[in-house]
């Protein structure tokens, strides 16, 4: 299973771009990289999921390399209610695997 | 997307008792479900896979017999709590997984407080 290592927190201000790097060096060739956003008492909700190069939604664009041993989320624009803890797990195959979730990114938007 | 339910949303109980927590998958068929556990400022921690049909798989290091795992149907997962502990006192997710999407669908959470 690939673990993955995040930042614990960040701090942004409103109106600003964030990055949050994910790394996973131990991702299998056929895993998925996907993306949650959680608020305190709630689940957490899908934000993006890629495989490889760029994927863009509405709310956010995900980076990953070509070698795929990290990933990029991308969030435009941030507002306060993007405050949240956000989490990038890898997944693998065509019958889906157990999600194990790291530590996340707390991510603190400021006014 | 999934969208999943869970009732009740929070639950209060006294130590010793049972609790049951439900779990729909509300417009997908879900063979398979996920069990999560969320202690406050920490990530979440898979508990089991519920299987319909089938007995669950759990974890290592979580307790079979105290946190019983029914899939009664395609839409409807139960994990009780059995002689619930104040330490058991946690937020409860579940998640439908969607198969060849390796992205999985979670539920809005029940928070268990037990005295």
């Known amino acids: 299973l690939a673990k993955t290592t995040q930042p614990i927190s960040m701090d942004s201000y409103e109106g600003q771009e964030v990055n949050i790097t994910c790394s996973h060096n131990?991702?299998?060739?056929?895993?998925?990289i996907t993306w949650y956003q959680q608020f305190p008492s709630q689940g957490p909700r899908f934000i993006i999921q890629g495989y490889k190069t760029k994927v863009t939604n509405e709310v956010a664009s995900l980076f990953i390399p070509a070698d795929r041993k990290s990933s990029t989320l991308s969030l435009p624009r941030v507002s306060l209610s993007d405050t949240a803890v956000y989490y990038c797990l890898v997944g693998g195959g065509y019958n889906f695997n157990k999600f194990y979730f790291g530590s996340g990114t707390k991510l603190n938007v400021k006014p | 997307g999934a969208v999943v339910s869970q009732h009740p949303s929070w639950v209060i109980c006294k130590s010793g008792t049972s609790v049951k927590i439900e779990c729909r998958s509300l417009d997908f068929q879900a063979t398979t479900m996920f069990w999560y556990r969320q202690f406050p400022k920490q990530s979440l921690m898979l508990m089991a896979t519920?299987?319909?049909?089938?007995?669950?798989?759990?974890e290592q290091g979580v307790e079979k017999d105290k946190f019983l795992i029914n899939h009664a149907s395609l839409t409807l997962s139960t994990l009780t709590v059995t002689s619930a502990h104040p330490e058991d006192s946690s937020f409860y997710i579940c998640?439908?997984?969607?198969?060849?999407?390796?992205?999985?669908?979670f539920g809005p959470g029940t928070r268990l407080t037990v005295l």
């Open positions: 519920s299987n319909e049909g089938s007995k669950a798989t759990y």
């Open positions: 131990n991702i299998a060739t056929n895993d998925y």
């Open positions: 998640s439908v997984p969607l198969a060849g999407a390796d992205t999985q669908y």
